[in-house]
């Protein structure tokens, strides 16, 4: 039976650059693959493009399922789709996995065409504008030179405010939810402690793992579920969990005993298996490094003295990794330059995980907007 | 929660005379944002809303107006000083808690301000209250127990509160139904409308 709303069955594709990115560390890629998905269709005025972009360990895959015995459908599935909130029937809407993805597209696990070898360690730190570079060059071989949007959530939503001041021609909406300006010491150093886990797990071999068929899942685990812990807010988890446990009787021994250590080392064991250690603390430090107002809050006013785009700003009260404060200093930003921006700020309880939650007046707010979008072209 | 979308917005008209043509505009509880439409279909202002509330807020983006969501209680943190033409209070002050305060604020953010309100003196609320019970009518639609207007004022009231408060009156507009009220307006206006400068 066909789902409901959705975008159906869907295939990735594979887009090969062979010219030549220098990026912001300095170091210069020569060529590259980007794995990416597309939904709808482009229309004639190719003026309908809506690109996503993905959060820490998202990827290119938005919507739709791979066959019809894909348990999981794509990660933003509840949005995206023809009738859904973002509608694939009026937009043209683009999943690109990220430069050092571990999702296809070329990153640490891939080949270094010099060498012969995976890239392993050697492969570069890559940053937000890099990717906002790659997405660019990709949605120029699509024969898009404008975007209706962009959009994005978290780390995401770091890319879609970067559009809008790299590219300010070339976007007409930019979507940010529940990002920020930069990131906070507290937020750099959860990220450092991700790091840390990965990085000393003997497993990681310096980051050349891949040669001795090695995984060092520990350090992803406690990396993930250190995350996880972060992305909820204390109401939810106090909730979903509180303190529930297996047994009725305490054990009195480090087995998994309490509901949410069960949940903890469920996600934990999923990502280690899922996700690669190398892209993930990359994926980390591009969070890190992105500070488009170099540290002034001052300075987002001048940072946003060319962005030309329209804004959509939501956070969520119950977000405290990226709270509802980091939004208002972008929105601060954008009204110091008279640029539009419409601002909402969600009292949802899930924490900073809310932004990919299915709830009516959030996607009531974003299925507005996109009708807003719509009907500009 | 400020009601949504009365249809018959007459005060729309004198807010327009008083905003210039491609103004920088601020609506403080912008409501369902037809105020901003308005002035930006005759005068192509360039809008801003505030609105705290949430279903009122998606009202206001739905009718193409760019909207902020957060509460005025807490002033107007995040807009710098003089940065808009003109800052609209419009038949929201009655409901706020703190009135020095967003006059102020709105005094520092704006060039120029409006403010309205329903005159609380109007004969027939007065009729009314010596009738024995609160005025229930169109400008005040609400029951005493589930009202949120806390701060309810006549025209002889706010006159007051301006010349005791570094506020200068230039113009000022008092109306009932869709006429002006120039005889005894503090008893025979229903609605008030300020334009105001910092003195």
């Known amino acids: 039976m ?47 493009a ?31 789709g023809p009738g859904k909130p973002l509608d694939t029937r009026k937009f043209f809407v683009i999943g690109i996995n990220n430069l050092g993805g571990s999702h296809g597209s070329t990153g640490p696990r891939s080949i270094n065409p010099k ?30 030179d404008r975007l209706a949007a962009v959009v994005g959530g978290s780390l995401g939503g770091m890319q879609s405010l970067q559009w809008s001041i790299q590219y300010p ?63 909820l807010s204390n109401d939810v988890m106090g909730t979903k969990f509180g303190r529930k446990t297996k047994n009725k009787d305490y054990q009195y021994n480090f087995n998994t005993e309490f509901d949410i250590e069960s949940y903890l080392n469920y996600q934990g064991d999923k990502f280690a298996n899922e996700f690669d250690a190398n892209t993930y603390i990359r994926m980390t430090k591009a969070l890190d490094y992105f500070d488009p107002a170099k ?27 990226f709270s509802p404060d980091r939004s208002k200093e972008i929105v601060k930003g954008l009204l110091d330059n008279s640029l539009k921006v419409s601002y909402a700020e969600l009292s949802a309880v899930s924490g900073h995980d809310a932004f990919l939650m299915n709830d009516d007046h959030y996607h009531g707010i974003i299925r507005s907007y996109c009708k807003k979008i719509y009907a500009q072209l | ?106 005094q520092r953010v704006g060039q120029e301000i409006i403010v309205t309100f329903p005159n609380f003196g109007y004969w027939r609320n007065r009729l009314q209250i010596i009738k024995g019970g609160m005025p229930v009518s169109k400008e005040l639609p609400y029951s005493w127990f589930d009202t949120p207007n806390i701060h309810l004022c006549t025209i002889s009231d706010f006159d007051n509160f301006c010349a005791t408060h570094k506020v200068a009156v230039i113009e000022k507009h008092i109306m009932t139904d869709q006429k002006a009220v120039n005889f005894y307006p503090n008893l025979f206006g229903a609605l008030a409308l300020y334009k105001l400068v910092k003195k």
């Open chain 2, 1 to 106: 929660m400020k009601k949504i979308s009365q249809t018959n917005r007459y005060d729309f008209n004198v807010i327009e005379n008083w905003v210039r043509p491609n103004a920088k505009v601020l609506d403080l509880g912008c409501g369902d944002g037809l105020l901003l439409n308005h002035l930006k279909n005759k005068k192509n202002i360039l809008g801003f809303g505030i609105e705290k509330d949430k279903d009122n807020w998606l009202v206001s983006l739905k009718n193409g107006v760019d909207v902020i969501q957060m509460d005025l209680e807490s002033g107007l943190a995040g807009f710098e000083d003089n940065s808009f033409d003109t800052v609209i209070l419009s038949r929201t002050i009655q409901s706020m808690h703190n009135i020095q305060s967003i006059i102020s604020e709105m």
């Open chain 1, 50 to 80: 809506i690109l996503v972009c993905h959060a820490l360990s998202g990827n290119h895959h938005l919507a739709g399922r791979y066959s019809t015995k894909d348990k999981h459908p794509g990660w933003w599935d509840n949005l995206i």
């Open chain 1, 2 to 48: 066909e789902e409901k709303n959705s975008v159906g069955i869907v295939k990735p594709s594979i887009f090969k650059c062979s010219s030549p990115i220098k990026l912001a560390c300095g170091k210069t890629l020569d060529s590259y693959e980007l794995i990416y998905e597309t939904y709808g269709k482009l229309n004639k005025k190719k003026n309908n």
């Open chain 1, 115 to 144: 060498t012969k070898k995976v890239w392993g360690s050697k492969f570069p730190i890559v940053t937000v504008k890099d990717w906002v570079e790659t997405q660019k060059t990709l949605l120029s071989e699509l024969g898009i």
């Open chain 1, 169 to 231: 021609d070339k976007i007409d909406h930019s979507i940010i939810i529940a990002a920020a300006p930069n990131l906070t010491a507290q937020n750099i150093a959860f990220n450092e402690v991700a790091r840390q886990s990965i990085i000393t797990d003997p497993d990681f071999s310096n980051g050349d793992y891949y040669q001795e068929n090695k995984i060092p899942k520990r350090g992803l685990r406690i990396a993930r579920m250190l995350g996880h812990i972060t992305y």
């Open chain 1, 295 to 321: 540290g002034n809050p001052e300075n987002l006013s001048r940072v946003f003295k060319n962005a030309k785009a329209d804004f959509l700003v939501i956070s969520f009260a119950s977000d405290w990794r």
